[in-house]
């Protein structure tokens, strides 16, 4: 690289490109940190939109970067990027430079998530704070809006967005893991700009300036109205209080992880379809979005994260009812996850669990969904999984439990509604109801929860002489660890303002706990018991096939085939290999302790359910009903289906003419019989319908030498297809196609032989080979029956 003072900056910017494109990944490293180092600001703020784009990849996808949701630690290149990457390494130098000179970047409101864009579009600025004093109003109107973000938050957006841009990846890529840089990158970027010990490192960068400080207040003449009343920073208002912004340097710091939780949770979370979105505030979105499973990974990561930010909250503050003196990561730490993270949250899991696939796959979403679920398994302190299962919950937790009631209630619900249509057998899917079972049936939870149902079904008229009383909730300061407990009228208005919240003021709320839901559950029991008795019988089936072939290898006669054996284990929470079946039956004895299911209710129930099943069950068809076009499954036929209870018949149901060609058979003597047989069929078709119609003895030996076998044996259509073409493959017709068997040939190359023996010329042999088949019809005619 040449002197920055003998080159001009669209020469800097040039060279770079040419660069990237000629020289090793790690020698262009190396040139961008020197550049980095010894260029001013002026010069690199030229480059920055580049470069950002080089390493996060295009918002349209064209451009794919440095691929880091697919570059593992065993690659050369990993070590060079998480240094480059690192909150303390080169590009984040690059920022906090260009961060002390105020520069702005320019994104298209078009590459904002659904709902923030269309309301944005639609003249409504939506509750973030991002978003405050942002916005770039062209002449051309507001469809070519764009944000002027600082380099920070620029540098944030672009990172967060790669995870949900769609991209034109090459052929053979593998698909990104827990392990790759994008996701330690993530965990990286928590862990410093929202530390769980200590603050906020500062800024190492000091410039003529001073410390990099935060973005400019939001002002007053922004023409847009929000949605919410909360104001647009927790920094503005505490820093609001303090005589002096230099007086406290953790003042000016606590922006950037302010804005990086902004970000992450705005492009990750804020999407959602427009019947989920009807329920909030207005219907702004237009689009549907299917997030992957590894976007759904990194959102578990903020959510594990986050509930460790705030459990990391001192016991002093805690317990302090004086906020003014907590300093402002402390105040963050206090109302994260209720003011950033809840209700978009709960959104975005509702809208997986009624559009994610019904595999295995779900898993990350149902981990995420429990992850929230739980933070007192977040508080830093190291408990065995055993003996915290017998400890429960602690009763502390009874106020998060209220104000989260959504979370646990509507979304078990949804749980249920998923779980009756999946295969249990399945032991994948048998994990996942034993991981809810399990959680929910910690002691003191199902009481937390009820309770919160309690507060919420208290009458409106206890609230109307209390609600001038003024409280701290989560979005206003409050705390979930606090050990005040608050009275009841307060918890019964946070409760109900939770539930209006996220439901809207005319929700029909259904108790998990109710009559309604206790059918479903009752209805999963049954369920789940056929799935054990199933896989019990599948996994003792497959044991002795095992033993089998160990017994018969000594021989060297065991089958090399292992799609015999049943493969139905699977490692539990302790580290332990269960098998399906045992997954099923501690998933029952935990929804017996969850709903207060005694033995005997038990018994009574499997007895219920014993008594309409026999050895035969299998050999039955599933429940259906007779349709216009065939047989139609029930829902009741569905899960038997599903979970390997019952099944159809798997057979031919088509013109049996045009079977396919066994390999009992001769092909060529098929195909010459079914012309001989269409051509007789198709100009005495007439005479052998008026025959069959006979009710005569002829009619009767017609209908059995020309009714195909199929329709004489069985009426019944057991398969989806149309009456006409039922009828019209039952139609009397001429079938030679059991000649051209390799069996039947053979059976009258023994009778000719037969014959001959008893000096029988060719004619005299055929005529006596028609003649005993005619008598032979003429016997088994059903009129001597």
Not at 181 to 191: G, I, R, S, W
Not at 227 to 239: D, E, N, Q, V, W
Not at 583 to 612: K, P, V
Not at 695 to 712: I, K, M, V
Request: glycine share 6%; hydrophobic share 40%; with cysteine.
């Amino acid at each position: 690289m040449a002197a920055p003072a003998m080159q001009q900056p669209s020469y800097l910017l040039a060279n770079l490109k040419m660069d990237s494109t000629t020289k090793p990944f790690l020698q262009c490293c190396q040139e961008l940190v020197k550049v980095i180092d010894d260029y001013p600001a002026k010069e690199l703020h030229l480059i920055f939109p580049w470069l950002v784009e080089s390493v996060f990849g295009s918002l349209d996808g064209v451009i794919v970067g440095w691929n880091l949701g697919f570059l593992q630690a065993c690659s050369n290149q990993y070590n060079i990027v998480m240094d480059f990457l690192n909150p303390s390494g080169p590009m984040m130098k690059l920022v906090y430079k260009l961060q002390a000179e105020e520069y702005k970047y320019e994104i298209p409101v078009s590459f904002l998530p659904g709902p923030v864009k269309v309301s944005i579009q639609e003249g409504v600025l939506p509750d973030c704070p991002l978003l405050n004093n942002k916005l770039h109003f062209p002449l051309s109107g507001l469809q070519t809006l764009s944000l002027a973000l600082n380099p920070f938050e620029y540098y944030m957006f672009m990172f967060a967005s790669s995870l949900i841009t769609p991209k034109n990846y090459s052929l053979g890529q593998h698909v990104s893991s827990l392990d790759s840089a994008y996701f330690v990158l993530v965990d990286t970027y928590l862990k410093y700009f929202l530390p769980t010990e200590g603050s906020v490192p500062p800024s190492p960068f000091i410039y003529k300036r001073g410390s990099v400080s935060p973005p400019a207040p939001r002002a007053p003449s922004v023409p847009f109205a929000g949605y919410g009343i909360h104001s647009a920073s927790l920094l503005k208002r505490h820093i609001s209080h303090q005589p002096s912004v230099t007086a406290d340097p953790a003042a000016q710091e606590i922006w950037r992880s302010e804005a990086l939780l902004q970000v992450f949770v705005e492009m990750w979370l804020h999407h959602y379809s427009l019947e989920m979105y009807q329920k909030l505030q207005s219907p702004q979105v237009k689009e549907p979005f299917t997030p992957t499973e590894e976007h759904v990974l990194v959102v578990r990561l903020l959510v594990k994260h986050l509930h460790a930010f705030s459990c990391s909250l001192k016991p002093e503050q805690v317990s302090s009812s004086a906020h003014s003196h907590t300093s402002p990561l402390e105040e963050l730490k206090r109302v994260v996850v209720h003011r950033f993270v809840q209700q978009k949250l709960y959104v975005f899991l509702q809208h997986c669990f009624g559009h994610w696939p019904l595999d295995a796959s779900f898993r990350v979403v149902l981990e995420t969904w429990l992850s929230y679920i739980q933070p007192w398994r977040y508080t830093g302190e190291k408990t065995n999984p055993q003996t915290d299962q017998n400890k429960g919950v602690p009763e502390k937790w009874s106020l998060f439990v209220q104000e989260n009631l959504l979370m646990y209630t509507k979304l078990f619900q949804g749980f249920l509604n998923r779980v009756v249509r999946t295969d249990l057998v399945n032991v994948k899917n048998a994990l996942m109801v034993f991981r809810v079972a399990k959680v929910f049936a910690q002691p003191n939870l199902s009481e937390m929860i009820q309770k919160g149902e309690q507060l919420f079904l208290e009458p409106e008229h206890v609230l109307h002489h209390r609600q001038h009383r003024c409280f701290l909730s989560p979005g206003h300061g409050g705390s979930f660890l606090s050990a005040r407990q608050p009275v009841v009228t307060d918890r019964v208005f946070r409760v109900k303002s939770h539930v209006y919240g996220l439901e809207g003021q005319d929700c029909q709320y259904k108790q998990m706990f109710g009559m309604e839901l206790r059918g479903t559950v009752l209805k999963l029991i049954q369920i789940i018991d056929q799935a054990r008795q199933t896989a019990k019988k599948m996994s003792d089936q497959s044991a002795e096939v095992a033993a089998n072939n160990s017994f018969m290898s000594w021989f060297g006669m065991g089958s090399p085939d292992l799609n015999y054996t049943f493969n139905g284990g699977e490692v539990d929470d302790t580290g332990a290999c269960v098998k399906t079946h045992e997954f099923l039956e501690r998933s029952l004895d935990y929804l017996c302790q969850i709903f207060r299911l005694n033995a005997g209710q038990l018994s009574q129930l499997m007895a219920t359910l014993g008594s309409g099943q026999d050895d035969g069950n299998s050999k039955q068809l599933p429940d259906c009903v007779q349709g216009e076009n065939g047989l139609i499954l029930t829902d009741l036929g569905r899960m038997q289906v599903i979970n390997g209870l019952r099944r159809f018949e798997i057979e031919y149901q088509g013109d049996p003419e045009l079977q396919p060609i066994r390999s009992y058979e001769n092909a060529i003597l098929v195909r010459l019989f079914f012309k001989i047989s269409s051509l007789v069929n198709e100009r005495f078709g007439g005479h052998m319908d008026a025959l069959c119609s006979r009710p005569d003895f002829l009619g009767q030996l017609g209908r059995h030498y020309l009714a195909s076998p199929e329709a004489a044996a069985d009426g019944r259509c057991r398969s989806p297809e149309t009456r006409l073409t039922a009828e019209r493959y039952r139609r009397p017709r001429l079938s030679l196609r059991m000649l051209a068997s390799y069996r039947t040939l053979l059976m009258l190359l023994l009778l000719y032989l037969f014959g001959a023996l008893f000096s029988l010329g060719p004619m005299s042999s055929t005529l006596l080979i028609l003649t005993g088949g005619f008598l032979y019809g003429l016997l088994s005619c059903p009129v001597w029956r």
